[in-house]
């Protein structure tokens, strides 16, 4: 009997976890501290250290089962000098995410063309300001709703924009050369 009521307890606990996360009052996910809500693609070294995704070597994408629309991400990030990353959203092929099939939100101080650096969107927005991120935590706040997108890096603005080119697909953290941690991912839909 004693079995039986913890088997019960248990399965109220996991129902209860999993009705707070899906009844967030305002309808944010967290998507941190595990790969269930993701996928691997490349030979990135992904790994989970606490709460924090982390990779220091090979390149790919930890990509989301989930697809969106019109939504919001905010997430920190952390970066070595010289690292190559970014957050890729709406992805039309997630097996070959590039800057030409889904939007990039650069994090490349060092890009040898800084028309795209950190705070910018590849191929559509340069950065506004120039925000040096390498060895400290920075924030970004990503919305892209219908045609309209916006960029909050460390609370300002870098990047605004308007384009039809893609309308729906998962977003992506981008291992591409550094060390690069990632921690506080989440995301609601607009």
């Keep these: 009997m004693k079995l039986k009521n913890s088997a019960i307890l248990t399965l109220c606990l996991v129902l209860l976890s999993a009705c ?4 967030d009052p305002e309808g944010w996910i967290d998507l941190s501290g595990s ?5 691997q693609v490349g030979d990135g070294n992904w790994r989970i250290e606490g709460d924090e995704f982390v990779a220091d070597s090979g390149t790919g994408q ?3 089962k989930q697809s969106f629309t019109n939504f919001q991400i905010q997430l920190e990030f952390w970066t070595d000098a010289g690292a190559n990353s ?11 995410i590039t ?7 650069n994090i490349f101080d060092t890009r040898p063309d800084q028309t795209y ?9 340069a950065p506004s300001e120039i925000i040096n991120t390498p060895n400290q935590w920075n924030t970004y706040d990503i919305t892209a709703n219908g045609s309209d997108f916006k960029v909050i890096l460390n609370g300002v603005t ?3 924009f308007t384009d039809y080119t893609h309308t729906s697909g998962p977003f992506t ?3 591409a050369g550094g060390k690069l941690r990632f921690r506080n991912v989440r995301v609601r839909e607009l």
């Design 173 to 175: 953290l981008q291992c």
């Design 117 to 125: 650096r950190t705070g910018g969107v590849v191929n559509h927005a």
């Design 35 to 39: 790969f269930d809500q993701w996928n």
């Design 158 to 160: 870098t990047a605004e």
């Design 86 to 96: 970014g957050v890729f959203i709406r992805a039309s092929d997630p097996q070959d």
């Design 62 to 64: 930890l990509v989301t």
């Design 99 to 105: 800057d030409k099939n889904a939007y990039e939100v």
């Design 20 to 23: 707070t996360q899906k009844n």
